[in-house]
């Protein structure tokens, strides 16, 4: 009877070991893979403000430069107002020349035409010329450009302007210093151009020198095979890395492993997990060691094409 | 005896069974922990976010350095231009203005 009574105690234990081994192992093993989860994502979350925290630092630099050369520009635009306002100032200038030699240019002739006019039948008394020569009684009869013509005690005569007396020659303005000849040898030399020999473009440089040497398949070959070269390069680089963020992940189970440990719960998610990564990390590796064989050929190929280039 | 027996099987059971409640309720915790922590932490990002946002970039200083530029140049070429320009109408006016005076001096004698 007792026999009996132990058969389904038994089967009851198995039951209840069962529920339990199942609550244990499913239950608190998610647990404890999403507590691992959430304290990687935490984590990388404060991984990310130290980030914004560098960047913010760097903005406030940058924010500084930006300031100072806000200052740069105010400092420079105002000095440019200033330039302009020096250019405004040296065309108010040149204006003012110019209308003013303009206004000469036109009264100065009309003026010493009057006063030639006005001249004519003066009396000029005793006058002695630059040759020596006295004239009695001079009285002027016509007043030209280069000569005066005059009337004295032995007769008429035209006297040219370089053998007049000097005060004679100022108050007539004649000859080649006169005022009028100035003021048109004055706007003659604004008339003239400054002399600025551009300095004339250089030719552009010959072509490039042509011509690697090799013949067109060769050539065809060498690209084919740099190009293969820079592919290969990149795989084993990108494969590198893979591998290097696969070793990180299973480190990084690695420790979740021991914390679990630690805290004496389960941990067989974590160690699919470990085991994926180390897996993915070896696949990883086994592609590198295939792209540099490949690429190991093709540096030979590329080393026998260098050759025969060279011969 | 077989009630006690059964009793005492049921008892040892719930004794290994309750660590384990325990445990899944401590991850629990712990990981609710972590959640606020996390939320707090993205709030600070958040914010940090906002604040670098209404900052200028390396963009902006490349296009202030190069308005630097373009206004130095400028005012480099305004200023070469205006010195040079304003040297040479005070030349002119130097050489102008005695002829000036001379003619002035000649009109006036002459009461024209």
């Known amino acids: ?311 | 005896m077989k009630h006690s027996s059964i009793l005492l099987l049921l008892l040892s059971l719930l004794s290994f069974s309750l660590p384990g409640c325990n445990k899944h309720n401590i991850l629990r915790q712990e990981r609710e922990k972590l959640d606020a922590e996390r939320e707090a932490v993205q709030a600070q990002i958040a914010e940090l976010d906002r604040t670098i946002q209404t900052m200028p970039d390396a963009f902006n200083l490349v296009a202030l350095q190069r308005r630097l530029e373009e206004v130095e140049k400028k005012t480099a070429s305004v200023e070469a231009e205006a010195s040079a320009k304003m040297k040479k109408w005070e030349d002119i006016e130097a050489r102008f203005l005695p002829l000036k005076k001379q003619a002035e001096a000649f009109r006036e004698k002459n009461n024209l």
Do not use: C
């Open chain 1, 1 to 311: 009877m007792e026999n009996k009574a132990w058969a389904p105690i038994l089967v009851l234990l198995f039951i209840m070991s069962g529920v339990f081994a199942f609550y244990y192992l499913e239950k608190v093993d998610k647990a404890n893979a999403d507590f691992q989860n959430a304290k990687l994502i935490t984590e990388q979350a404060h991984e990310s403000l130290r980030v914004r925290h560098e960047m913010l630092e760097s903005r406030k630099k940058l924010a500084a430069d930006h300031n100072a050369m806000l200052q740069k520009i105010q400092v420079a635009e105002t000095r440019q107002k200033t330039l302009e306002q020096t250019q405004a100032d040296a065309d108010k200038k040149q204006r003012s020349v110019e209308g003013d030699l303009k206004y000469w240019i036109g009264a100065m002739p009309s003026i010493r035409q009057k006063i030639w006019q006005a001249a004519s039948g003066a009396k000029l008394g005793d006058i002695t010329l630059q040759s020596g020569k006295s004239l009695k009684n001079a009285v002027i009869r016509k007043v030209e450009e280069k000569s005066i013509s005059i009337i004295h005690s032995e007769g008429i005569g035209t006297i040219p302007f370089d053998d007049l007396p000097k005060d004679l020659i100022a108050r007539f303005d004649l000859g080649d210093n006169s005022l009028v000849r100035q003021f048109e040898q004055f706007q003659e030399s604004l008339a003239e151009k400054p002399k600025n020999a551009a300095p004339v473009a250089q030719a552009a440089p010959a072509t490039a020198p042509s011509a690697s040497g090799m013949s067109a398949m060769d050539e065809v070959r060498f690209k084919d095979l740099k190009f293969r070269q820079a592919d290969l390069q990149s795989k084993i680089s990108a494969s590198r890395q893979n591998k290097n963020n696969w070793d990180d992940q299973a480190s990084r189970i690695s420790s979740q492993i021991s914390d679990s440990k630690s805290r004496g719960v389960p941990t067989t998610r974590l160690r699919e997990d470990y085991q994926k990564a180390q897996a993915q990390s070896q696949a990883n590796a086994a592609a590198v060691l295939t792209f540099e064989a490949e690429l190991r050929k093709i540096l030979v190929e590329l080393d026998v094409l260098s050759a025969r280039q060279s011969r």
